[in-house]
């Protein structure tokens, strides 16, 4: 069982930026790809960004590019996602997960461990 604890949710105003983290507390998931998903109420669970396991080749929805950075750092065994410029519409629960494999997927079925999730409040 890989347990993975996200942080650096709250609240922000349009315009701003947070820095989410994720981690695997005692576990290392150098060898397998990392994304982030969002969820907000009543919708759908999104893709947002993901990661390979090497960190050298990155996807990430159309709404959040050039704006959101995902990145790994293998050696604190964290996964991050930088979000600039956020915007209301970027509002949900965000969640950390790790894929079933190395390269990066796109949705969800392709993941199977899954963190709690952190709030991401923008507010206008």
């Known amino acids: 069982q890989v347990v993975l604890v996200e942080s650096g949710g709250g609240l922000v105003q349009v315009g701003g930026s947070l820095k989410l983290s994720c981690t695997a507390p005692?576990?290392?998931?150098?060898?397998?790809?990392m994304g982030w998903f969002r969820q907000a109420p009543e919708k759908e669970r999104e893709f947002v960004a993901a990661i390979n396991w090497s960190g050298d080749s990155t996807d990430y929805i159309d709404s959040v590019k050039g704006r959101f950075t995902i990145s790994r750092d293998d050696a604190e065994n964290t996964v991050y996602l930088q979000m600039n410029s956020l915007k209301p519409e970027d509002t949900a629960v965000y969640y950390c997960?790790?894929?079933?494999?190395?390269?990066?997927?796109?949705?969800?079925?392709?993941?199977?461990?899954w963190g709690q999730g952190t709030q991401v409040t923008v507010s206008s």
């Open positions: 005692g576990r290392t998931f150098s060898s397998y790809a």
């Open positions: 997960a790790r894929a079933k494999r190395s390269e990066w997927v796109d949705h969800a079925a392709g993941y199977d461990y």
